[in-house]
């Protein structure tokens, strides 16, 4: 008999509300008429000698407009929400901007999780 952890329930639940709320999410035509694309790029560092790779994703007017990306770690609970940096280089017509993030998360046997994303954020505009 295989019983589930705390960290992997919280994961799948994490996985199945941001499933839900993937699909409800609005168009990115909708929601940022004047985008033609919106790139993000991640680099992730930490304090371990096992990184997740570099990550680029490229969104399109029919992609849906959400912006909460799991933690690469497969033990992490946690999630980075780019919403409002999105929002804001939007707002101000900007065609790119970066940040970081610090996870949130929890790891296995309640260990917080150290991952540091490093992103960039490109808009081309129609």
Same mark, same amino acid.
């Given at each position: 008999m295989? /019983?589930a952890t705390?960290?992997? !329930?919280?994961?799948?639940a994490?996985?199945?509300?941001q499933?839900?709320d993937r699909?409800?999410a609005p168009?990115?035509?909708?929601?940022?008429?004047?985008? =033609?694309?919106?790139q993000l790029? /991640?680099? /992730?560092?930490?304090?371990t000698? /096992?990184?997740?790779?570099p990550?680029?994703?490229v969104?399109?007017?029919?992609?849906?407009?959400?912006?909460?990306f799991?933690?690469p770690? $497969?033990d992490?609970?946690g999630?980075? *929400?780019?919403?409002?940096?999105?929002?804001?280089?939007?707002s101000a017509?900007?065609?790119?901007c970066d $940040?970081?993030m610090?996870c !949130?998360?929890t790891?296995?046997? $309640?260990?917080?999780?150290?991952?540091?994303? *490093?992103?960039?954020? =490109? =808009?081309?505009w129609?």
């Open positions: 295989k /019983f705390a960290a992997t !329930s919280g994961r799948a994490k996985n199945e509300r499933r839900r699909a409800a168009l990115l035509r909708t929601s940022y008429p004047r985008l =033609a694309t919106l790029d /991640f680099e /992730f560092s930490d304090n000698e /096992f990184l997740p790779s990550q680029v994703t969104l399109h007017p029919p992609a849906r407009a959400y912006f909460c799991a933690c770690y $497969g992490c609970d999630e980075f *929400d780019l919403r409002s940096p999105v929002d804001r280089m939007v017509d900007e065609a790119s $940040g970081h610090q !949130s998360g790891r296995h046997a $309640g260990a917080r999780c150290t991952l540091r994303l *490093d992103y960039s954020i =490109a =808009a081309q129609t």
